[in-house]
């Protein structure tokens, strides 16, 4: 029997003592309207038990740890012929950096560097009905939960910033790797990475990857063999160019977003969702980072 609310009560203990809490992310301004000392903690096991601790029931931004949910939505609807636009590879770069996209003619080395998750946005625009609407209710199913909702004032801000993905976004459709216009495209992404949950929704919106494709209400929502691809490259792609100081350290497949949420999973075990709004220099949550080290750690459970 491993203690798990001991170990989740003593993790918060000691990371809440750190003086060093790492940086808000203010690129895109919204997001700096949160207090840096938040941090909470969610597990789920697939057995069912779920146990918390901190602020795990605060709703914060999820941002990039959308780009998985959109992959999954894009490969139960197009199945492997999203592969043809996009690679498997980790990039060994920051989440926003384009010089490989040009060099490697439009077509982003993975789902989950910006270019990669534009071009599955990219992807749902050209699919679905209603794409906003459409990917809203694919995530309130998956997790169970109506109340999910984006931030609209997240989603404006970031589009009034963004330049950024413009560029890369532009940069795609000139190498044909886009087919919709890029506001359309862009408008999508904003509000898919403006998507707020707690740390218990994103736990249960997770659900379906360590339990095989099957949801918290265990139907099929991703094949058996998709879930497991999708953990690859969580393990590989889910932390940018800190990837291998994640799976290092922590050892499971997992992603971070900009808002200081980082989620992870050992597959047919638990999901693991921590939020700390302080960034480390690579974009990751400083804390949440901490943390997950010493769970895996302390309950000795890893992929390895
Ligand atoms: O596109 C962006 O820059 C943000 N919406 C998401 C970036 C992000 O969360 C990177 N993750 N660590």
Excluded at 63 to 85: C, E, F, H, N, P
Excluded at 116 to 132: F, R, Y
Excluded at 157 to 184: I, Q, R
Aim: charged content about 15%; hydrophobic content about 40%.
């Amino acid at each position: 029997m491993i203690e798990y609310q001991n170990i989740l009560d003593s993790i918060n203990q000691s990371v809440i003592k750190e003086q060093n809490k790492g940086t808000i992310a203010s690129y895109i301004p919204e997001l700096t309207n949160v207090d840096i000392n938040n941090f909470g903690i969610h597990l789920q096991l697939v057995s069912g038990e779920q146990f918390s601790v901190g602020n795990s029931h605060q709703l914060f931004s999820i941002q990039s740890i959308s780009k998985v949910l959109s992959l999954a939505l894009a490969m139960s609807q197009v199945g492997t012929a999203i592969w043809d636009r996009l690679d498997v590879e980790p990039s060994g770069n920051p989440f926003n950096h384009l010089s490989l996209l040009e060099l490697e003619e439009g077509i982003p080395r993975n789902p989950f560097i910006n270019s990669g998750a534009i071009v599955i946005a990219d992807i749902l625009v050209s699919n679905l009905e209603n794409p906003k609407t459409d990917f809203l209710n694919y995530v309130r199913d998956i997790t169970g939960d109506n109340s999910i909702d984006y931030n609209y004032k997240v989603a404006q801000s970031e589009k009034e910033t963004g330049f950024n993905n413009y560029a890369a976004a532009n940069l795609l459709k000139s190498f044909n790797n886009l087919n919709n216009d890029v506001e359309d495209v862009l408008d999508f992404y904003f509000h898919q990475c403006a998507l707020e949950m707690t740390c218990q929704q994103l736990s249960k919106a997770f659900f379906l990857f360590a339990n095989k494709g099957n949801c918290l209400a265990n139907k099929a929502r991703l094949t058996k063999s998709q879930a497991k691809r999708i953990n690859a490259i969580m393990l590989t792609c889910g932390f940018y160019d800190e990837a291998g100081e994640f799976a290092f350290e922590v050892g499971l497949p997992g992603k971070s977003g900009v808002g200081g949420g980082i989620v992870a999973l050992l597959p047919n075990q638990f999901v693991i969702s921590v939020w700390s709004p302080g960034l480390n220099e690579r974009g990751n949550s400083k804390l949440g980072m901490q943390a997950l080290e010493q769970f895996t750690t302390l309950a000795n459970q890893s992929i390895f």
